[in-house]
């Protein structure tokens, strides 16, 4: 069973930008292009914000973007906003019929 | 515009049986593979079924297999998830959401959710 990492928490000021990472394995984030980032305000579903590594939904914002490099995949919010604040989660492919989700970030706008 | 409503949660005695639907529109149900995930309170979000587009493929996050069955009816637009034997770690959010067309992701759009509480 593939497992992604990310930090439990992150936060910037607005305005600023923020990285938030979720690191696997050469078999998992370095091996697969079907990697997605998703947001969740507090009592609400999760909403696409990045798929495919690095491909923006119409509707989200060019604020938010995603790269990867290595086992890492990284989402990055610049120009940070109030209305950013909420938790994000990585989610992929894991191979071998089972898709995985990251244990998630709370993002603090301060 | 693309959307999918979960219904059918509620309070359950361990052991006992539920079953979720997922009601589709906006989009081609039958042209989908369908999702379940489901988040535990104050948890992250769990992968736990999957069903292709007509229904011959389905696989299972392990803690469920055996357990959770889930289909759907292209004719009625509406996925299913069976849930039998259920257990107190069940307890959570249980949402649905559209596959993607590669490796069925994304998952997008995705339901308000529906509770599913396992208590005696």
């Known amino acids: 069973q593939s497992a992604l990492t990310q930090p439990p928490s992150a936060s910037g000021s607005p305005g600023q930008s923020v990285v938030i990472s979720c690191t696997g394995t050469s078999s998992d984030v370095g091996a697969y292009d079907y990697f997605s980032w998703y947001q969740q305000h507090p009592g609400k579903a999760p909403q696409l914000m990045i798929y495919e590594v690095t491909k923006r939904p119409s509707g989200v914002p060019d604020r938010f973007s995603g790269s990867r490099s290595g086992n890492t995949a990284s989402l990055t919010v610049s120009g940070l906003q109030a209305e950013d604040e909420a938790d994000y989660y990585c989610s992929l492919y894991a191979g071998n019929n089972n898709w995985v989700f990251g244990g998630g970030t709370k993002l603090t706008v301060l | 515009q693309l959307q999918v409503v979960e219904s059918g949660g509620g309070v359950v005695q361990p052991g006992g049986s539920l079953r979720l639907s997922c009601a589709a529109s906006g989009f081609t149900f039958k042209d989908y593979g369908m999702h379940w995930v489901r988040q535990a309170p104050g948890k992250g979000l769990e992968w736990v079924a999957l069903?292709?587009?007509?229904?011959?493929?389905?696989y299972s996050t392990d803690s469920v297999k055996g357990r959770f069955t889930v289909s759907r009816d292209n004719s009625r637009k509406t996925l299913y998830l069976q849930m039998n034997s259920l257990r107190t770690e069940d307890t959570a959010v249980y949402y649905c959401a559209k596959a993607g067309g590669v490796r069925f992701l994304p998952f997008d759009p995705w339901g308000q959710g529906t509770l599913v509480t396992v208590s005696s």
């Open positions: 069903i292709s587009q007509d229904g011959t493929n389905q």
